[in-house]
């Protein structure tokens, strides 16, 4: 059996930790199954354990190879697990797929699960809970056990993009689950990406050993946008907005093509280049256009600003037809094509219980809607002339700006909104 079909490569890029946190956190708001939960935490404390700096971006990524072998400060021979587990090895052998030829290269074992808690608890007759004690004090044996070995090499290299993805990463994981530490490390990787990474209305690309470098390219700027939007959303801290629209202004400015209403992937204002390429395909990124339109779609809702709606939609008419005939390569398209054929809802929540409220919703999958709030008056387009009614905590369900009846519970605002795959 070919282990590369079971797990993930040894190397650990940025990038797809913080798209994969996002993933697993919606996945969760839809099924509630506890595995993605423990996958979204784990993630979590991976990336603060072994990709951040002490002032609060994020590294790029670990090595595959360690000792000049692939794989070798994560694989284990099951007399390595006796040695390290006693009597336990059994037991854990089993929970992760060990054998005495192993599943890897040269007796070693990738450890991996096929099976949830739930059932491998009912198979070896174990509570869940017993079972989830004993999972979390072998999962600190081994991690001991690692730090005794030579660490793969890292790549201190702090780039803003895939700093953005884990920052919307750890946005989605606090709308979902409330962990404050999840917005605790999100507000400090985002006033890193402020201080050390932002120039005026610009951004640069690369941060290391103290210097920032490279002129922003539209990937950079599209996905902190991206991320800020999400976390006023989280926050309701309006700095995060305003300083979205400031970069989007400055996007327009430097790096829009009016003849086919797509962006170019690099700055007017930077190097002069033969060609300034466009970026319309997904890659193991989204493409930097689709995630540009999307910005503009959510700041349209959120600022009144019905040009951006517009802009996001001619964008999309320019690749409609591939984005039929290559779905596979432009889901981020797709997914914006869908957000356009029915109206987006505008959530707004005003009083004193705005945070509860707002976390309350927070567990909710709610891909086609925009949720601003404040305990207080609000200049922000969603929140002015809305008011706590009756010195309650109100929310309004809104579409293409007219409301439906305030109401006061999270449940009676979710009951005006459209049902799931409703057009």
Known sequence: ???????????????????????????????????????VYDTIAFVKRELTSPQGGFYSSLDADSEGEEGKFYVFTKEELQQILGDEEALFSAYYNCTALGNWEHGRNILHRRQSDADFAAEHELEV??????????????RRARNQRVRPGLDDK???????????????AYRTFGEAGFLELALQNARFLQTNLRQGPRLRRSFKAGRATIDGFLEDYALVIQAY??????????????????????????????????????????????????????????????VMA???????????????????????????????????????????????????????????DAEALREELGRHFLPHAVVAGTTEASELPLLLHRTAQN???????CFNRACQQPVYSVADALAQLPAPGAG
Do not use: C
């Not at 809970?129 to 081994?142: D, M, N, P, R, T």
């Open 1 to 39: 059996m070919d282990a590369e079909w079971l797990v993930p490569h040894f190397e650990k890029m940025l990038y797809d930790n913080g798209q994969l946190v996002s993933l697993y956190s919606e996945a969760f708001q839809l099924t509630q199954d506890p595995l993605f939960r423990d996958v």
């Open 129 to 142: 809970a017993v079972l989830e004690a004993i999972v979390a004090e072998w999962k600190q044996k081994i």
């Open 158 to 172: 702090i780039l803003t993009g895939w700093n953005a993805l884990m920052l919307s990463g750890l946005v989605d």
């Open 229 to 290: 939007i999400s976390l006023y959303e989280v926050s309701f801290d309006a700095q995060w907005l305003q300083e979205a629209e400031t970069m989007t202004q400055y996007v327009q400015d430097h790096f829009f093509d009016p003849e086919e209403n797509q962006f170019f992937y690099t700055d007017d204002a930077g190097e002069t280049l033969i060609a300034r390429k466009k970026e319309l395909f997904d890659n193991v990124i989204p493409a930097s256009n689709s």
């Open 294 to 352: 999307h910005n503009l779609l959510r700041l349209s809702l959120h600022l009144e600003k019905e040009e951006y709606r517009e802009l996001a939609a001619r964008m999309l008419g320019q690749v409609q037809e591939l984005v039929v005939k290559e779905p596979q390569h432009l889901t981020t398209w797709a997914a914006l094509y869908a957000a356009l054929l029915q109206p987006m809802a505008e959530i707004a929540i005003v009083g004193p």
């Open 391 to 397: 010195g309650q905590t109100t929310l309004y369900v």
